[in-house]
């Protein structure tokens, strides 16, 4: 007689076609899709009362220490999860995983066979009834993202916010760096155009992605970024200080940023002649790693400036309110910006900042604030705000109370509350929401 083993994973595997089955009928993804392409619009199909939405939300990395500020995430996904089933997946992880935010980090580094996990694992979490899939930048989960749901139904939400195009190697740089660059803005383009929608945070950043990815506008999203403002005024001015060894009486402007060129880096001796000249000392407070980072440090020395700089490194994202409570000024002399997080935080912490008018800043501002920016790339007027901004204490004055009313705007509660709009359906109005009417929500 013959005998025949049985599978261990037959109960498994006959549950997994009939969810496969279930989904793949006809009917059923009638149902479960939202919306239908028509003439390159997407049209809103009307939804049972009876809905749940439930979500997949891929994060690029984890790692409690980041400089980055992608640490503002971790507690809008605490805050999320007790709105709406989901699930978080995270393609790196440094240190350990947080107990009080189920994550499931991803195993496969390399980006081509991370595209494979992803498709595998969002096949299952879509069989596990997955309807909603937001992608936090990551090109391969985006791609797999919208290929599962192409297949199977569902929406893909792709957040994107730079100025891609805008900072490409020098016609002088190696051919293989070109490449690169052009490689990984094709990616991008693939991503942005295969989702359901872009989600960015401006309407002029969102115009940018129009017009360089070819994208209708009424794919895209508006989602603005956000900050914790009690975490950013949780420190006194004097502690901060104290905290950080600076000096009580010498005026201090702040650089909390990757120290890079597309952030402005190399102005910086230049701004930090004009101020010292116009205003008298100053120490510039540069907190932040990079790439040019070197090279400022010769720059400075070489041009006699060390005594006016105080470089501190990367500094972990939990601890920059320090930074920003501790100085009189923080500058942000960016040649690229998307919806500079930076901003905000310094709103937040009550520190005025003088700014290049790039990307989506002039969005977020209020009248009283424009007064703040100058025209990109122009080093010079940019020095001169900061020195006039130096010598005068009532005009700071002005900027920190406006910037702290602004910054309401973009609480984490209210971004927590257009976030699960969107997903639901809801276009964001960004002028309602600016001027803090419900219907801006």
Not at 205 to 221: C, E, L, Q, S, T
Not at 316 to 327: D, G, H
């Amino acid at each position: 007689m013959k005998v025949v083993a049985s599978d261990p994973f037959a109960a498994l595997k006959g549950r997994l076609r009939e969810r496969s089955n279930l989904l793949l009928s006809g009917e059923n993804r009638r149902l479960l899709r939202r919306y239908t392409p028509r003439n390159d619009a997407l049209r809103i199909s009307p939804q049972p009362e009876n809905r749940r939405i439930r979500l997949l939300y891929l994060l690029p990395r984890y790692d409690a220490d980041s400089p980055e500020h992608v640490y503002h995430l971790y507690g809008f996904l605490k805050k999320l999860q007790d709105r709406i089933p989901m699930e978080v997946y995270v393609e790196r992880v440094t240190g350990r995983l947080p107990q009080d935010l189920p994550m499931r980090p991803l195993r496969i580094r390399w980006p081509a066979l991370r595209l494979l996990e992803e498709l595998v694992r969002f096949f299952l979490a879509r069989v596990r009834g997955v309807t909603v899939f937001y992608v936090h930048y990551s090109y391969t989960g985006a791609i797999a993202a919208s290929i599962v749901a192409r297949c199977f139904g569902g929406r893909v939400f792709y957040w994107s916010c730079s100025l891609y195009k805008e900072f490409r190697p020098d016609p002088e740089a190696p051919r293989i760096e070109r490449l690169r660059q052009r490689f990984l803005e094709l990616l991008l383009e693939i991503s942005v155009r295969a989702c359901t929608h872009l989600v960015t945070g401006t309407p002029r950043v969102a115009d940018y992605y129009a017009r360089n990815a070819g994208i209708p506008r009424g794919k895209i999203r508006l989602l603005p970024n956000f900050t914790d403002v009690a975490r950013f005024q949780a420190v006194t001015r004097a502690e901060a200080r104290k905290k950080l060894r600076l000096a009580p009486g010498r005026k201090v402007v702040l650089f909390l940023h990757r120290v890079a060129r597309r952030k402005g880096a190399h102005f910086l001796p230049e701004i930090a002649r004009v101020v010292a000249r116009e205003s008298g000392p100053v120490t510039f407070l540069v907190a932040g790693g990079g790439p040019y980072l070197a090279e400022l440090q010769h720059r400075v020395e070489a041009e006699n400036l060390g005594a006016d700089f105080d470089f501190r490194g990367w500094v972990p994202n939990r601890e920059v309110p320090l930074y920003y409570r501790a100085a009189d000024l923080y500058l942000m002399p960016s040649e690229e910006e998307g919806f500079p997080r930076v901003l905000l935080e310094a709103m937040a912490a009550g520190c005025p900042f003088a700014a290049f008018d790039i990307g989506g800043v002039r969005d977020i501002l209020p009248p009283r604030l424009m007064e703040c920016i100058v025209p990109a790339r122009d080093v010079r007027a940019l020095a001169r705000k900061c020195g006039r901004a130096l010598r005068d204490g009532a005009l700071r004055n002005a900027w920190r109370k406006a910037g702290e009313k602004q910054v309401a705007c973009f609480s984490e509660d209210r971004v927590l509350e257009a976030f699960l709009r969107m997903i639901d359906g809801q276009a964001l109005d960004w002028d309602a929401f600016l001027s803090s009417r419900e219907a801006g929500l």
